[in-house]
C-alpha cells in the first residue's frame, strides 16, 4: 500500500510539487501510471531512499 502524506500548498505549485516528487520516485496517488512508468518510478524511488540511508549517521 502506497504511503499518503497530507500537506498545505498554494495551488499554483502544485504541478512544480508533482514534477519534483515524480523525478524522485515518488508519484502522486491520483496519478496513472504505464507499466514502464511504473517501473521507473519504483526504481527511482528505492535509489533515493537508499541514497537517505547511507547519508545518516550511525
Not at 10 to 21: K, W
Not at 35 to 53: E, N, R, Y
Amino acid at each position: 500500500m502506497p504511503r499518503r502524506i497530507t500537506l498545505g500548498i498554494d495551488e499554483d505549485r502544485i504541478p512544480m510539487l508533482r514534477e519534483l516528487l515524480r523525478k524522485l520516485g515518488y508519484p502522486m496517488a491520483d496519478e496513472n501510471l504505464g507499466f514502464l512508468d511504473a517501473g521507473a518510478v519504483k526504481a527511482k524511488s528505492f535509489v533515493s531512499c537508499a541514497i537517505g540511508k547511507m547519508g545518516e549517521e550511525h
